[in-house]
């Protein structure tokens, strides 16, 4: 089986503001696996949160090329590349090289039930408060119910009422991407409820988590950057509610369902969440979607442009990608 593997630059459609930075464009790579004359194809992002660049992941695709021309499969992938992007983009090359060679279904394969469409979020980026309010009825009026504000640490509750003011209507989740302190997250959490915030992503820096241990408040914490993979279960019990699950976060579609059925098992809400992906990486995370209690896979909408054959979004829902696409 041969690899080929490419780096691009996909532009937002205006600046992509979190309370860590800001970014005009998605940094993204595409892996091809070729053999028999059938190609499957995978996306992974650049995850900079874990010390990744662009760089380290091309030589991670370089020393993942033996894997591939030797062995082929989703589990020497598993066993043997160890950067998580360059694994999701290969498992997820590798499922749908499958799908083409075999002629089934990737919910054939998996034994996902498949669904037509599924409800998902639209980010509000960090932006000055009218914009963010602009920003926000936009979205409701697209059909948007759920909203994902990025929050840093200023003047969170003032803000939230504002935007809530501007669409009465509709629900949020609240993603701190680890800016908060946890008496931060203990004095707005009363307020923030009354306010409809349903979820509260990532509120402390991942090295913190202890600090979480029996806090109780009125909204469930969801652990992003403190979740990786199966073995940090055990860890956050007690301190999380629910997890995010991304695609390249946990090394691919394999990893992921794994994932989603053992913390649903353990009592754990799951969301599953994308960062900067076209359609190419959202259609194997939509699989894991259908098991999912929130669904953060807007990052296709933000972008400028997509893929060919790329994922519809309609009254707030995402509707099933085309096989031309994946899978």
């Known amino acids: 089986m041969e690899l080929i593997f490419a780096y691009q630059q996909w532009p937002y459609r205006e600046t992509f503001r979190i309370s860590r930075g800001d970014s005009v464009h998605s940094d993204l790579f595409v892996a091809w696996v070729r053999q028999d004359g059938v190609v499957g194809r995978g996306e992974c992002g650049v995850l900079s949160q874990y010390g990744h660049t662009p760089d380290t992941l091309r030589l991670a695709f370089e020393a993942a090329r033996d894997v591939i021309e030797r062995e082929g499969t989703r589990e020497a992938v598993s066993r043997r590349v160890r950067n998580s992007s360059v694994q999701n983009a290969l498992d997820c090359a590798l499922w749908d090289w499958e799908c083409k060679s075999t002629g089934r279904s990737i919910w054939d394969l998996t034994g996902v039930a498949r669904r037509a469409q599924v409800a998902v979020d639209l980010t509000i980026s960090v932006n000055p408060l009218d914009k963010m309010c602009e920003d926000a009825r936009r979205a409701a009026a697209a059909g948007y119910r759920l909203l994902k504000l990025k929050a840093d640490a200023e003047d969170i509750v003032a803000r939230v ?16 991407n680890e800016s908060w ?25 991942h090295s913190d988590d202890s600090d979480l241990e029996g806090f109780s408040g009125p909204i469930p914490i969801c652990a992003d950057e403190s979740c990786c993979d199966l073995n940090d279960l055990p860890r956050l019990a007690g301190r999380y509610q629910a997890i995010n699950i991304k695609l390249d976060k946990v090394g691919g579609l394999s990893p992921a369902l794994e994932l989603a059925r053992a913390a649903r098992k353990q009592g754990f809400k799951v969301m599953l969440g994308c960062g900067g992906a076209s359609s190419l990486g959202a259609a194997p995370a939509y699989v894991v979607a259908t098991l999912a209690d929130f669904v953060d896979l807007d990052s296709p909408a933000l972008l400028l442009e997509d893929r060919d054959h790329a994922m519809s979004y309609r009254d707030g829902q995402l509707e099933i990608f085309d096989r031309a696409l994946w899978g």
């Open 161 to 176: 009422a504002a935007i809530r003011e501007a669409v009465p209507a509709v629900q949020f989740v609240l993603d701190a």
């Open 181 to 205: 302190s946890l008496d931060i997250l203990a004095a707005s959490s009363k307020d923030l409820a009354g306010l409809g915030v349903v979820l509260i992503e990532q509120p402390l820096h």
